[in-house]
């Protein structure tokens, strides 16, 4: 079956650039998307399209996509961006989604 | 307002059945794919279903075919799943959620806050 690799956490300072990437064979022909999810809470939609950010997302969230990769940047993080991140796309024919196994971002 | 929120989880033997509702509101639910995903505890999210804007298309993961239904009533704004031959890996939070307008879309905008399916004897 279709996988999505992430890393499983990554940790950075506030005010530094967090970056996450996601891998997977069909990403050159499905969009990637990214979630963030905090404890106790349903996941919310922070880039889709490889790299389109839906309203009321802060603008330090982007997204981009590179061949098999797709990366999501958040720069000058905050303690509030703390949370678990998850890509998520779809099989090459877009017939079932897949998500990453997620990687959990912590603020120093 | 805009929203998702599902009922019918609880404790299920192995082997039972269960229905999972989601009721939507402050959006058209008619025009847009629906999803449920589910996120077994202390893991990651996985993709379980999708069902299309007027029924007659659905999908599902390879760990549920054959066992789990997924439909839709546009008249009472509500997404269903209904689980039979349930397992101990079934035990999860699922989540409804909505996708796009587009069979290409596989995006998930609005969650709900999720329903607990606990399988054991």
């Known amino acids: 079956s279709y996988e999505l690799t992430q890393p499983p956490s990554v940790s950075v300072s506030p005010g530094q650039t967090a970056r996450i990437t996601c891998s997977g064979d069909?990403?050159?022909?499905?969009?990637g998307y990214w979630y963030q999810q905090k404890p106790g809470q349903a996941p919310v939609l922070v880039i889709y399209k490889d790299s389109e950010r839906p309203s009321g997302i802060p603008e330090r969230f982007s997204g981009s996509s590179s061949g098999t990769t797709v990366t999501l940047t958040i720069s000058g993080v905050q303690a509030e961006d703390e949370a678990d991140y998850y890509c998520?796309?779809?099989?090459?024919?877009?017939?079932?989604?897949?998500f990453g196994g997620g990687t959990k971002l912590t603020v120093l | 307002e805009v929203q998702l929120v599902e009922s019918g989880g609880g404790l299920v033997q192995p082997g039972g059945s269960l229905r999972l509702s989601c009721a939507a509101s402050?959006?058209?639910?008619?025009?847009?794919?629906m999803h449920w995903v589910r996120q077994a505890p202390g893991k990651g999210l996985v993709w379980v279903s999708r069902?299309?804007?007027?029924?007659?298309?659905?999908n599902y993961a390879d760990s549920v075919k054959g066992r789990f239904t997924i439909s839709r009533d546009n008249a009472k704004n509500t997404l269903y799943l209904q689980m039979n031959s349930l397992r101990a890996e079934d035990t999860a939070v699922y989540y409804c959620a909505r996708g796009g307008v587009a069979t290409f879309h596989w995006y998930f905008d609005l969650w709900g806050r999720g329903t607990l399916v606990t399988v054991s004897s």
């Open positions: 069909a990403l050159p022909k499905q969009y």
């Open positions: 069902i299309n804007s007027d029924g007659s298309s659905t």
């Open positions: 998520q796309s779809a099989d090459s024919s877009g017939t079932y989604g897949v």
């Open positions: 402050g959006f058209t639910f008619s025009t847009y794919l």
